[in-house]
């Protein structure tokens, strides 16, 4: 019988650094002999969207609702095909648009991707804070220290959602400043023994 592919969605708001863990614990997993696909659903989404002649993540989150649904279900479709021992999900729990939070995650795409595993990475506002400060890379909202706490509540809260709807277990962990490496270390445990 085939195993069946794990697929480990990994969502936390900007800043906690969910990017380069993600990376590190697909290196990892790759060393030990396990093949892991890695699929960042922004990258997708922007895939697609620039065929629409958009350009760039932020310009993604400023387009209306309905395109942004028809963006993530695109990019679900397409994640949904990848075959491999894990296939890792980065992407986030919401969105701040201009019409208010729209889920990252909502249950048409939690169908399509088929979630084994669910993990949301948080670390302290402050380290948040510093994180996005120095962010060259992209063009970041600058939001309050509150804001970035408040962030942290609705993101524990919509992971326990994703779950219910998913029936996919969850897993919280902290990424502070220094350890990364413990941090991917608890996640490839997490993936290895189930």
Sequence with gaps: MEEKTKRIIVVGIPGVGKTTVVSSVKNTLEQ?????????????????????????????????????????????????????????????????????????????????????????????????????QNDSSRVRDMISMESIKNEIDLSKILISCCSIISGAPFKILANHEGSMTDCTQKMVSLILDT
């Design 32 to 132: 030990t002999g396990i093949t892991t696909c890695l699929a960042e659903f922004g990258k997708i989404m922007l895939e697609e969207a620039e065929k629409l002649n958009i350009k760039s993540r932020d310009e993604i989150r400023r387009l209306s609702i309905d395109e942004q649904k028809n963006l993530q279900n695109l990019a679900a479709k397409r994640i949904s095909q990848m075959h491999s021992n894990v296939v890792i999900i980065d992407t986030h729990l919401f969105i701040n648009t201009k019409e208010g939070y729209y889920p990252g995650l909502p249950a048409d795409l939690l169908k399509h991707m088929e979630p084994t595993h669910l993990i949301l990475i948080i670390a302290n506002p402050e380290e948040i804070y510093h994180r996005r």
